[in-house]
């Protein structure tokens, strides 16, 4: 009995193997921690200002798309109509921040591995409904605040204009990053991995902290037509 155990299970084990070797087809973007972007708070006699990253859509496959379509494809949950992963988003949630406090601001420090095709975009919590800017996730409406730009490694890349908190408890971004599509094999140029550092700015002194870290995997089949 303990002999056909065995057998069944090192059967389970090679079925698990072979589609553990399967699901490496496209690109991976997944959070590799979450922990240390999950809540950062500074405080002083000045100021005080918080901050939670959240994954809100990640952890799947990953192909690169065209930039044109990253609107479309945060509606449809950053999938493609074959279900492919398209993108990542996180939610930017800032809180705890004084009632005084006019406006925030923030930039994103990044680095990347072998990654030369990333591309990112900022959406803002808004009651605006321009159906070519704007997405619904979950019972909120998030509109475009900065445009799809690509990320070139290097410190201090906008998330966009200063946002008006006056009078509001807390304010939600949306950063949205994925691989640009070149219509060719991209897997010399984005095989590789990205850490980045999102600091967001109070307008009276004060900034807090989260990280997001990530990597990308692909091979021949990326360009293989769906």
């Known amino acids: 009995m303990k002999k056909n155990f065995r057998v069944l299970y090192l059967g389970l084990m090679v079925i698990v193997l072979l589609i553990s070797v ?9 959070a590799s ?14 100021y005080k200002i918080s901050m939670n990253i959240l994954p809100v859509y990640s952890d799947f496959s990953f192909i690169p798309m065209n930039d044109t379509d990253a609107i479309k494809a945060l ?19 800032v809180y705890d921040y004084d009632e005084s406090l006019s406006s925030i601001s923030g930039v994103m420090d990044i680095t990347t591995n072998n990654m030369q095709n990333l591309s990112y975009m900022v959406l803002e919590e808004s009651s605006g409904n321009n159906l070519d800017t704007c997405v619904q996730i979950g019972e909120k409406n998030y509109c475009v605040a900065k445009e799809a730009s690509p990320i070139l490694e290097g410190n201090s890349l906008s998330l966009g ?11 939600e971004l949306i950063l949205l990053l994925w691989l640009t599509n070149l219509d060719e094999s991209q897997n010399e140029a984005d095989i ?17 902290k989260g990280t997001i870290a990530s990597s990308v995997k692909l091979d021949s089949m990326e360009t293989k037509e769906g």
Do not use: H, M, P, W
């Not at 399967?22 to 997944?30: E, F």
């Not at 200063?162 to 304010?171: E, F, P, R």
């Not at 590789?192 to 807090?208: D, K, L, P, R």
């Open 33 to 46: 921690t979450s922990s240390a972007s999950g809540s950062v708070k500074t405080k002083s006699t000045i």
């Open 22 to 30: 399967s699901s490496t087809t496209y690109a991976y973007l997944t």
């Open 75 to 93: 509606k449809n949950k950053c999938v493609d109509k074959y279900n492919r992963g398209a993108c990542s988003a996180y939610k930017i949630f």
């Open 161 to 171: 204009d200063s946002y008006d908190v006056y009078g509001k408890k807390s304010k």
């Open 192 to 208: 590789g991995s990205f850490q980045a550092s999102v600091t967001i700015f109070a307008g009276n002194g004060g900034e807090v």
